[in-house]
C-alpha cells in the first residue's frame, strides 16, 4: 500500500467514517488477497472518497491525466498527492490515448491490487443507472481478474452535482459489495463484452435498487434525452 494512502487509512478515513457513518454491507465478498476491479455505480464525487474509506486494502482509482499535468505548486502537489495515493491517470480523449490506461492497470491487477472504476463513464445527471460501457469487462478478461459490483446510495444528497465539499448528516449513505463476477474464459470480443457489461450493471442495480435507463447516460452540458451514441472502442470508462 502506498505510504500516502496508508497515512490516509489511519487519519482521515476514520474521520469520514465518523462524519458519514456509512452503512457498509457485503465486505466479506472483498478478496484479502488477489487482484479485481471494483465496479460501481456513479452519483457522486463523494462515491470514491467513502469506498477508499471502508474497502480495507489499497484502492487505486482513474483520474484524469491533467491532475498530474498541471504546473505550478498546485501542479506539482496534485501529481504528488494523486501518485503517493497510486492513481492510475487516463486520457479522456479516448481512442490510443486511452489505452495508457489499460497497460497501467493490468500490471497493478496482476500484482494482486485492486482498481475502481465506474461503468457508467460519468456520474448520473439524475439519480438513475444507465448503460455501462464495457472498459470494466475489457479489463477484467485482459488482467484475469474478478469484478466486484459496487452499490452505493445516499451520495448524490451528501454532495449533489456542482458542490464541492460532500456534507455529513444529508442522507444515509449506504454501500453494498457484490458476490464476485468471474468472467475469466469468455471472450473478449464486442458481443461478449456488451453481454458481460449487462450483467455487471444488473447486478448492480440489484444493490441499489436505482431505476436503469438503457442508454449511455449524458455530459452534464447535454439535455438527459440524447441520441444514443456508438459504442467505443476503449477507454477506461469505455
Not at 456542482?162 to 458481443?191: C, N, Q, Y
Amino acid at each position: 500500500m502506498p505510504l500516502l494512502y496508508t497515512i490516509g487509512k489511519l487519519t482521515v478515513a476514520p474521520a469520514l467514517r465518523l462524519a458519514f457513518r456509512p452503512h457498509v454491507e457485503g465486505l466479506e465478498h472483498i478478496p484479502a488477497t488477489g487482484g479485481a476491479i471494483f465496479a460501481g455505480n456513479h452519483l457522486s464525487v463523494a462515491d470514491e472518497l467513502l469506498l477508499g474509506t471502508v474497502v480495507p486494502r489499497h484502492l487505486a482509482f482513474w483520474a484524469k491525466s491533467e491532475y498530474f499535468k498541471g504546473t505550478g505548486v498546485k501542479g506539482a502537489f496534485s501529481k504528488f498527492v494523486l501518485t503517493g495515493l497510486g492513481a492510475i491517470p487516463v486520457e479522456r480523449a479516448g481512442g490510443r490515448a486511452a489505452l495508457s490506461a489499460f497497460d497501467a492497470a493490468i500490471p497493478v491487477l496482476k500484482a494482486g491490487d485492486l482498481v475502481a472504476v465506474y461503468p457508467e463513464g460519468t456520474r448520473s445527471p439524475d439519480g438513475r443507472l444507465y448503460r455501462g460501457r464495457t472498459g470494466a469487462a475489457r479489463l477484467a478478461v485482459a488482467a484475469g481478474v474478478p469484478i466486484i459490483p459496487v452499490g452505493v446510495t445516499g451520495t448524490d444528497k451528501a454532495q449533489p452535482i456542482g458542490t464541492r465539499v460532500p456534507r455529513p448528516g444529508r442522507a444515509e449513505i449506504t454501500i453494498r459489495f457484490g458476490k464476485p463476477l468471474d468472467f475469466t474464459g469468455r471472450s473478449d470480443d464486442r458481443t461478449s463484452l456488451r453481454e458481460m457489461t449487462d450483467e455487471l450493471m444488473a447486478e448492480i442495480q440489484k444493490l441499489t435498487g436505482q431505476e436503469y435507463v438503457p442508454r449511455y447516460a449524458p455530459k452534464r452540458a447535454e439535455p438527459t434525452e440524447p441520441t444514443e451514441p456508438t459504442e467505443p472502442t476503449a477507454g477506461p470508462t469505455a
